[in-house]
């Protein structure tokens, strides 16, 4: 009989850790020879069903995967009989909980990581998000819920290991949860071989603000990670769409999170090659008649193993039936079809009008499903952003300039106009201008002088709004 698929990685997750254990218990306070299998077994159990927890509803499969996966390694489990004796007993009520902060047994492999330049934290980092993912199919297609719980989960141990100096034996580097700007990658070239999913959700997770668009992006991966796992071990998968809708108002970060998107379903084999490939209606539709199809088949080839962003997308139906922006979003869904496993589009522009766009075509709602909200930086996220521009320069923000620059912000309409994160760039453009004009009138200039942004570096006390 083949083993159960959560039973084999809770044997793997013994197997890897027990040996490690034993050979620091003479070393290490808190660690007993007799006690380790049962520790690391206890453990085991501990993360899966917590993630049985993790949606609160404990079904028959998940309970019947507990009782196969552990009824020979802890006595008491046989005692429950089958599924309906584990929910009378209460033993797997409120675990979910138990995700929140690290556990002894890990905390421990921290400490001797961050102290021997070891990286046993990771083994038990990768065996228990094994474990975590197995629970999450057990039941056909996982919840919310549970894709978040990973994250949740995958975040806290990452973050206790960061914080230890814990490397990661993938990179050789510490363990990071985000990642400095220098480190974002700059260019459309998908880098060789694909970056590790870690790194990459770093980089995400150091983006200012996005919360939200965070958090979708890390239930997508999740997904993809849990429905790799289904194919893996031949279970049937609920195939939906890659392709999304990014709303939201110019420089709120869409392009920048199309790029990491790309890496990501490359990093877990969605496409192959993981480039971005950007364009808009004047990229797509021609002038004449038989022109735009050709225009269109051209820039899909290009982005064939990666992604697509159609920028400003509901312009391709702000025309008439004659326009020919219809020709291009008709062979846009036929191509989308003829290469559904080879190629993700992603259409971005404004929330009201993006609904113009999917309506244009039938075929439009059901390939782009789920839609991604970006919204206006505020006025704290908008500073973080000019200062993290200046930090990366060596410019620092004087007290009277952060609060001209507050100002500034502050008396901008948040309506379409309003340019978010390019306006900061812009701005801080300016007040370099503006700064080197004074500079040079200095006589003998101190590094300080030369690093200094003032209020008068960043404009007029009266804002200059859009029109």
Known sequence: MAEHPLAAQVRLFIDDLVPVLSGLASTVAGIRADQVVADVTTEAFNVAAAFIDADGNHTDDELIAILLAFASRIDSITAYGGPEGIRKSGVLDDRRSWLDQPSLLFDTLVRVDGKDATSHAWAYYEGALAIAHTVTLLDGYPSRDELQAIDTFRSMLLKHMEAAGVRNPRSGQPVRTTLPASAASQSNAPVQPARPLEDLLAELDGLIGLAGVKAEVKLVANLIQVQNLRKKRGLPTVEGSRHLVFTGNPGTGKTTVARLLAEIYRTLGVVDKGQ????????????????????????????????????????????????????????????????????????????????????????????????????????????????????????????????????????????????????????????????????????????????????????????????
């Open 276 to 467: 971005l490939v950007e364009t808009d209606r004047s990229g797509l539709v021609a002038g004449f008649v038989g022109q735009t199809a050709t225009l269109v088949q051209k820039v899909f080839a290009e982005a064939l193993g990666g992604v697509l962003l159609i920028d400003e997308a509901y312009a391709l139906a702000r025309g008439g039936e004659n326009d020919f922006g219809r020709e291009a979003i008709d062979t846009l869904v036929k191509l989308i079809e003829d290469h559904r496993d080879d190629v993700v589009v992603v259409a971005a522009g404004y929330p009201d009008e993006m609904a113009t766009f999917i309506n244009a075509n039938p075929g439009l709602s059901s390939r782009f499903p789920k839609t991604i909200k970006f919204p206006d930086y505020s006025t704290d996220e908008l500073v973080a952003i000019f200062q993290g521009m200046g930090k990366s320069a060596t410019y620092v923000l004087t007290a009277d300039g952060e609060a001209r620059l507050r100002e500034f912000f502050e008396a901008q309409p948040r309506d379409k106009g309003f340019g978010n994160g390019r306006l900061a760039r812009n701005l801080f453009e300016a007040a370099v201008a503006r700064q080197a004009s004074r500079i040079v009138a200095v006589k003998d200039p101190t590094n300080d002088d030369l690093c200094s942004l003032t209020a008068d570096d960043i404009g007029p006390a009266a804002p200059v709004t859009h029109a």
